[in-house]
């Protein structure tokens, strides 16, 4: 199994420019979430999906949007880029919500910055 | 609303010692607590998942406690090697309502093991 995968790895925008982070998981889990992690700070979940066709906001949605149309994609779209977005963005999954099966896995990241 | 905590920010020690990093919490209502590692420029690895109702949990050199009535957990490293340097990450789990439960994670421990 190659776990949870995101492209790209590295991405620079320019203010105003749209862009979608991609992040697909083969482990058939039913959750898949999206954190962004600022320089020593801890992670903040932007939005979160239990299965797909649902969809919701975590503690800081503005400014992103996200899809969920296979078990096995959660792609996060960046509309306007602000240099506020410019963080390390990680993708996780997991089988359940809560539980024993309730450890995530994560991705390794992907480095955005907006100038 | 959740808040994580992590004492101390950094902590530098020679390779052998046994060692204590700290995850406190303001809400004892936790569904679970995880303690990740996360190694530079890379994604978060899960190292031990304690359920509400567990004391503790033990993988190899590493046990993770959990004391909800205080608010606390502790991540035990022994004899600590330069391979475990890295930054460590507590996150809790807890139910936000309507059938929705967050994660909140700390910012983190940065343990240097000095060989």
């Known amino acids: 199994n190659a776990g949870v995968t995101q492209t790209p790895k590295f991405r620079i925008l320019k203010i105003g420019q749209s862009m979608t982070l991609q992040c697909t998981q083969d482990?058939?889990?039913?959750?898949m979430y999206w954190y962004r992690q600022d320089p020593g700070m801890g992670l903040k979940l932007i939005y979160y999906?239990?299965?797909?066709?649902?969809?919701d906001k975590g503690e800081v949605p503005n400014g992103y949007n996200v899809s969920r149309s296979t078990t096995e994609d959660f792609p996060l779209r960046l509309e306007l880029a602000a240099p506020s977005q410019t963080s390390v963005y990680f993708c996780?999954?997991?089988?359940f919500g809560g539980g024993a099966g309730d450890t995530q896995y994560f991705g390794p990241g992907t480095r955005l910055t907006v100038l | 609303k959740q808040e994580v905590t992590q004492i101390p920010a950094a902590l530098s020690v020679p390779e052998g010692e046994n060692l204590v990093l700290n995850c406190s919490f303001t809400?004892?209502?936790?569904?679970?607590l995880q303690w990740f590692r996360q190694d530079p420029g890379k994604g978060l690895t899960s190292l031990l998942l304690?359920?509400?109702?567990?004391r503790e949990q033990t993988s190899g050199r590493l046990n993770a406690s959990l004391d909800k009535s205080s608010g606390r957990s502790t991540l035990y490293i022994a004899a600590s090697q330069p391979g475990d340097s890295a930054t460590y990450l507590c996150?809790?789990?807890?139910?936000?309502?309507?059938?929705?439960?967050?994660?909140?994670f700390g910012k983190g421990t940065k343990l240097s093991v000095i060989p």
């Open positions: 996780a999954s997991s089988y």
């Open positions: 482990m058939n889990h039913n959750y």
């Open positions: 999906s239990v299965g797909a066709g649902i969809t």
């Open positions: 809400d004892s209502a936790i569904y679970n």
């Open positions: 304690i359920q509400s109702s567990q």
């Open positions: 996150a809790l789990r807890w139910y936000s309502g309507a059938g929705s439960y967050q994660l909140t």
